[in-house]
């Protein structure tokens, strides 16, 4: 669906039917999940006015006022929510052959200059959000670039669809391109502005945004903490501990620092409305802060496999009171797709040695999978009234999804036992080809074009 024009309001009364899965709460790392999965096969999924007023077996008597949509044999779950990505890196995504600082002097930066002009920032938004809807993602927390008129054209562009969005301007006043760097005053101002704008306007949040340290003097991330504890309500969000050439990096710019994540400490960024893209290279100093914060980690494996920065102990990070949500961080990672990328953090953790409670051999489940980037998400961004379950109140973000695609999937879910068995091989073998239609706010925003032989 091109999200040039309107969708239209909501139905008043909506009722769609498929397999529903939902979570009321972490189910661990444990293949049986307890009461913690909620799966209701073959029901009706009902919406009044955008709000999820319930669940009822298909025989349950339904009137004419309901519109009825029947997905029977779909998977419908509440959408994605990426908790790190970059808006203005799809031109970049799938570039060869770089480590992190490279990358970015080679492929980012050059990207998000284009971004200075307001066209192109406002073509660019419409082409990411309406990809992140076509791949599953009905929510993120968005990097845009350095330049006001970016974050901007993505506060529109995501209000026009009614999705719920957290951004902010990208602050970078050092080590950086000219065109891509601002300064600590006039950032300031631009912030200020943003937040007075766009900060609880529709379904919009501010996300304070320093790139990461190298690019901010001490000043501008000072400001940076200002603005956290000036305007309560807004997020933080940034990177850490990405890269070890990084992470050197940081100890050169910053001596006075115990850890790269210290720096941030210091400057009053570190709170439970922080989210810190990868750190894989965190200490348990370092992860005791985070716990006694509240603060998160967006894990990103795709983009840590891809650009060789490497293996983030999810289980470790938990373990230690580490609140870990998903990220796809695109350009880095290499598709939007959240399938794809939990996917890839299975690998992940399958590769990492760490000894938690004995085990070694702890696999990320669909389970935990899942319930991180839906409901987990949601609450580590205080908004789970909102968004992330189909607990009654919500507004209606789901997500309409084929259980298979392509003969290989579709033999492996005949064969498959067990939900979780199901469950594991859509979550590995899907991806945005299986989104057979995304919802906001109990709008259709998007649906998947008919396929070459249903069409003819």
């Known amino acids: 669906m091109n999200q040039d024009t309107p969708a239209g309001p909501a139905p008043r009364r909506l009722a769609v039917r498929g397999d529903l899965l939902d979570f009321t709460a972490d189910p661990g790392w444990a ?43 779909r998977l419908v779950m509440p959408g994605f929510i990426d908790t790190h990505v970059h808006a203005p890196q ?16 080679t492929y980012t930066f050059p990207a998000e200059g284009l971004y200075a002009d307001a066209g192109e920032a406002v073509r660019g938004s419409a082409l990411f959000l309406d990809s992140l809807l076509a791949s599953g993602t009905t929510s993120a927390l968005v990097f845009p670039t350095v330049h006001k008129v970016s974050a901007e054209a993505l506060f529109e562009a995501a209000e026009a669809r009614g999705m719920r969005l957290l951004a902010g ?23 200020v502005d943003l937040i007075e704008r766009f900060h609880g306007r529709a379904r919009l949040s501010y996300a304070v945004t ?10 501008q991330l000072a400001m940076a903490g200002r603005l956290c504890a000036s305007y309560p309500g807004v997020y933080m969000q940034t990177h850490v501990a990405e890269n070890r050439a990084e992470v050197r990096w940081m100890a050169e710019l910053f001596p006075e620092a115990r850890s790269y994540l210290d720096i941030y400490a210091r400057h009053g960024l570190v ?24 603060a998160s980690i967006a894990f ?38 959240m399938l794809r ?31 991180a980037a839906t409901r987990g998400a949601a609450e580590q961004l205080h908004l789970s009234r909102e968004i992330g379950s189909f607990d009654a109140g919500t507004l209606a973000d789901f997500v309409v999804w084929d259980w298979a695609m392509g003969p290989v999937a579709t033999r492996r879910l005949e064969v498959a036992r067990g939900l979780h068995e199901r469950l594991f091989a859509w979550m590995t073998l899907g991806d945005e080809r299986n989104v057979a239609s995304a919802w906001v706010a109990g709008v259709e925003r998007y649906r998947r074009p008919p396929l070459a032989r249903e069409a003819g």
């Open 341 to 371: 990328t939990l996917a890839d953090g299975y690998k992940v953790q399958a590769l990492v040695p760490t000894l938690v409670d004995g085990a070694t051999d702890r696999k990320l489940t669909a389970w935990k999978g899942l319930y």
């Open 169 to 191: 301007k990208v602050l970078m006043d050092r080590h950086a391109p000219e065109g891509l760097r601002d300064d600590v005053a006039q950032a300031e101002a631009d912030c």
């Open 300 to 337: 990103c494996p795709s983009s840590n496999m891809f650009i060789g920065s490497g293996l983030f102990d999810w289980l470790q990070a938990e373990a230690q009171g580490v609140r870990v949500n998903v990220g796809t961080d695109v350009g880095g990672g290499t598709g939007l797709s």
């Open 210 to 219: 320093p790139r990461f340290a190298a690019t901010s003097t001490r000043e």
């Open 271 to 294: 709170t439970d409305r922080s989210v810190f893209a990868h750190g894989i290279w965190l200490d348990d100093a370092d992860r005791a802060v985070l716990r006694e914060a509240g």
């Open 31 to 73: 293949v049986e999940p307890g009461a913690a999965a909620r799966f209701r096969p073959d029901h009706w999924l009902l919406v009044e006015d955008g709000r999820v007023v319930g669940a009822e077996p298909t025989d349950a008597a339904l009137d004419a006022s309901w519109l009825r949509v029947d997905e029977r044999g």
């Open 90 to 105: 799809l031109d970049v995504i799938a570039s060869f052959g770089t480590e992190l600082l490279e990358w970015l002097e």
